[in-house]
């Protein structure tokens, strides 16, 4: 990772950190204090990572090798799969037996965001222990 | 794909995380390699080859083929 890419980063963090701060001045606490502690999580989590990168880096390793993008590739393929799947049969099953919804469309686009990552970190995870 | 990196490497006394400077790749790709986890591409098992001075044939071998080779 190039100081430019780690900058970045940083950079859009600090603009939904702004956001944030933003949303609970004005009122809506409940969402910007959630805000706030994911991107105080994501700039720990980034801070760690790019150490070690940096680190792996200056030794003269290749921190994102052809593993890492084998693991990557697999992991998004189950990951994109086992979405598709699940998503489908809560279509089929929801529109015979569900009942109809009124639903805020953001919020159901962030539950199938989180969901989708969640299902590729465990599948990276579990892909990188086994190959 | 089974082969002898751990072998070679401990022959010329070298650590994995030297190997892996000197393939360019990451730690664990060498421990995956070395435990039999990971199939390398065409590039790194010819880099790996030519650390130790061998053809990729003397490196690698296709489990399958082994026998055909006795």
């Known amino acids: 990772m190039t100081n430019g890419k780690l900058l970045i980063k940083y950079l859009v963090l600090l603009i939904i950190?702004?956001?944030?701060?933003?949303?609970?001045?004005?009122?809506n606490t409940s969402f910007g204090t959630g805000l706030l502690a994911?991107?105080?999580?994501a700039g720990?989590?980034?801070?760690?990572n790019s150490r070690q990168i940096i680190q792996n880096t200056e030794k003269g390793m290749d921190p994102y090798d052809e593993r890492v993008w084998a693991v990557a590739g697999k992991a998004s393929y189950a990951a994109l799969k086992i979405f598709a799947v699940i998503i489908a049969l809560i279509v089929l099953l929801g529109s015979i037996w569900g009942p109809q919804l009124m639903?805020?469309?953001?919020n159901l686009?962030?539950?199938?965001?989180a969901g989708l990552m969640l299902m590729y970190v465990c599948f990276y995870y579990y892909y990188n222990s086994k190959m | 794909m089974e082969n002898r990196l751990k072998e070679l490497r401990e022959k010329a006394s070298m650590t994995q995380e030297e190997l892996a400077i000197r393939a360019q790749v990451s730690r664990q790709t060498i421990i995956s390699l070395e435990k039999g986890k990971y199939n390398p591409s065409i590039t790194l098992a010819y880099k790996l080859s030519c650390i130790f001075g061998l053809s990729i044939e003397e490196l690698f071998c296709l489990k399958e083929m082994e026998g055909e080779k006795s």
């Open chain 1, 44 to 48: 720990v989590l980034l801070g760690i």
């Open chain 1, 103 to 106: 639903v805020n469309p953001y």
């Open chain 1, 38 to 41: 994911g991107i105080l999580i």
């Open chain 1, 17 to 27: 950190g702004g956001i944030a701060v933003w949303q609970i001045m004005t009122g």
């Open chain 1, 109 to 113: 686009l962030g539950i199938c965001l």
